[in-house]
């Protein structure tokens, strides 16, 4: 059973993910951009392509004390991996898991991501 796992920075809400644009379409919002670049520059080397069903937990160290929901980081998160080919499209999570992080697990501003596939 293959695994994955990597560290990225805090994830930007799905609300600050994309702009609607006037011919009926959405891009890339400059602070998600800016995510991506700074996610690619923590991507790891020994990218594992996982196949068939996934299960993933991420862990979010909190960046401050504002009230916020970690539901929202998880699509950010989840097309960089697949962005990076770590699975074929997000779809093949099955199960998953975001959580906030004790200051003992994980820094603040960061993001745990551990993937494994399913059995």
């Given at each position: ?17 994309f ?35 996934v ?29 990076w ?35």
């Open positions: 059973m293959k695994s994955f796992s990597a560290i990225l920075p805090f994830p930007p809400s799905v609300n600050n993910l702009l609607n644009v006037t011919r009926g379409g959405r891009v890339k919002t400059a602070k998600y951009r800016s995510w991506e670049k700074e996610a690619d520059a923590m991507k790891p080397e020994d990218i594992v392509s996982l196949q068939g069903d299960v993933a937990v991420y862990v979010l160290g909190r960046p401050d004390k504002r009230r916020r929901d970690c539901e929202n980081c998880s699509k950010a998160i989840s097309d960089t991996l697949t962005r080919g770590v699975f074929s499209d997000d779809s093949q999570i099955v199960d998953i898991r975001l959580r906030w992080g004790r200051a003992d697990e994980i820094k603040p501003g960061q993001c745990r991501v551990e993937l494994v596939e399913a059995a």
